[in-house]
């Protein structure tokens, strides 16, 4: 027991990389040296892939992780639900709740709406840097603002975006409790891009992605789809149909900029030269 929760500080480290500017090369190799048995292809070097693949064939380090990540970071005092755009019919009644990848479209869609004649109603927000959303579960109820918006039915779509670990335990839990009280409530949960294109190179920085090749992006996509993205799918098909109907949706965020990445490669993309350009980090 002692040395699987030292493995879980090891991968959890690896997760909050962008907060502490650690070097998840460093975490990977020192798991590996716990985990012999973690190195599925023998190659004597521990993959982010296959430390996800590890945790998920051993649900004890699972569990113990979710709970290593959950309570210690609380959002600040929920803002006050703003009403429909005056002059507008009010549309969906809206929750973000999210990490740093997806917290900013709470900014972008009040102008979408309103420029689409839909009357944007905010039902709050919640945000904890690369946390997964089994992070915002554990936060406490009285500062739990997603919980509370849901308990109290005033959320119609909902908003999560997981990170890393698959399956998360916390868009199973915000989805369960919101149809108690909603049974229309819809959930969008983003399918991020691989932060630092997958890459465990302390070295890799922002500009390093102009160096992809369509290749290289292929074979980033492919693993990308046939590892996380696919994990994610089985939990959203397993979640709706203990739910009775497609409720969840999973939003491609990732093939989304995959996608505008080729563009930029292709020189099909107006007024951006660079793959480096559509970054602000090696995030």
Same mark, same amino acid.
């Given at each position: 027991?002692?040395?699987?929760?030292?493995f879980?500080?090891?991968? @959890?480290?690896?997760?909050l990389? +962008?907060?502490q500017?650690?070097?998840?090369?460093?975490?990977?190799d020192r798991?590996l040296k716990?985990?012999?048995d &973690?190195?599925?292809?023998?190659?004597?070097?521990?993959?982010?892939? /296959?430390?996800?693949?590890?945790v998920?064939?051993h649900?004890?380090?699972?569990e113990?992780l979710?709970?290593?990540?959950?309570?210690?970071?609380?959002p600040n005092?929920?803002?006050?639900i703003t009403?429909?755009?005056?002059?507008?019919?009010?549309?969906? #009644?809206? @929750?973000?709740?999210a990490? +740093? @990848?997806? =917290?900013y479209t709470?900014k @972008?869609?009040p102008? %979408?709406a309103?420029?689409?004649?839909?009357?944007? $109603?905010d039902?709050? $927000?919640?945000?904890?840097?690369? &946390?997964?959303?089994i992070?915002h579960w554990n936060?406490?109820? /009285?500062?739990?603002?997603?919980?509370a918006?849901?308990?109290?039915?005033?959320?119609d779509?909902?908003t999560l975006s997981p990170?890393? %670990?698959l399956?998360?335990a916390? =868009?199973?839990?915000? !989805?369960?409790?919101g149809?108690?009280?909603?049974?229309n409530? #819809?959930?969008l949960? $983003?399918? *991020?891009?691989?932060?630092?294109?997958? +890459?465990s190179d302390?070295?890799f920085?922002?500009?390093? #992605?102009?160096?992809a !090749?369509?290749? &290289?992006?292929k074979?980033?996509?492919?693993?990308y789809? *046939?590892?996380?993205?696919?994990a994610l799918e089985?939990?959203v098909?397993?979640?709706?149909?203990s739910?009775?109907?497609d409720?969840v949706?999973?939003v491609p965020v990732g093939?989304?900029?995959?996608a505008l990445r080729?563009?930029?490669?292709?020189g !099909?993309?107006?007024? =951006?030269k660079?793959?480096?350009d559509?970054? #602000?980090? &090696?995030?």
């Amino acid at each position: 027991m002692k040395t699987a929760i030292v493995f879980l500080v090891l991968l @959890f480290s690896t997760h909050l990389v +962008s907060a502490q500017k650690a070097d998840p090369a460093k975490w990977l190799d020192r798991a590996l040296k716990l985990f012999p048995d &973690s190195d599925a292809d023998k190659d004597g070097k521990l993959s982010l892939a /296959e430390a996800l693949k590890y945790v998920e064939a051993h649900p004890e380090l699972e569990e113990l992780l979710a709970k290593k990540g959950g309570g210690a970071r609380v959002p600040n005092a929920a803002p006050p639900i703003t009403p429909a755009t005056p002059g507008l019919p009010p549309g969906p #009644r809206i @929750f973000v709740c999210a990490h +740093s @990848f997806m =917290i900013y479209t709470a900014k @972008f869609l009040p102008p %979408l709406a309103t420029a689409a004649g839909i009357g944007y $109603q905010d039902a709050g $927000q919640q945000m904890l840097g690369g &946390s997964q959303v089994i992070q915002h579960w554990n936060v406490p109820d /009285e500062k739990n603002r997603a919980k509370a918006a849901l308990r109290e039915g005033k959320v119609d779509v909902l908003t999560l975006s997981p990170h890393m %670990l698959l399956p998360d335990a916390g =868009i199973d839990n915000f !989805t369960k409790l919101g149809l108690e009280k909603n049974p229309n409530l #819809r959930v969008l949960v $983003q399918a *991020s891009w691989p932060g630092r294109d997958g +890459s465990s190179d302390p070295s890799f920085t922002n500009q390093s #992605r102009n160096e992809a !090749t369509a290749e &290289s992006l292929k074979q980033m996509h492919d693993l990308y789809h *046939s590892t996380w993205v696919k994990a994610l799918e089985d939990q959203v098909t397993k979640l709706n149909a203990s739910s009775g109907h497609d409720c969840v949706r999973i939003v491609p965020v990732g093939d989304a900029v995959m996608a505008l990445r080729q563009h930029v490669l292709n020189g !099909t993309a107006p007024g =951006i030269k660079k793959q480096a350009d559509l970054f #602000r980090d &090696s995030l």
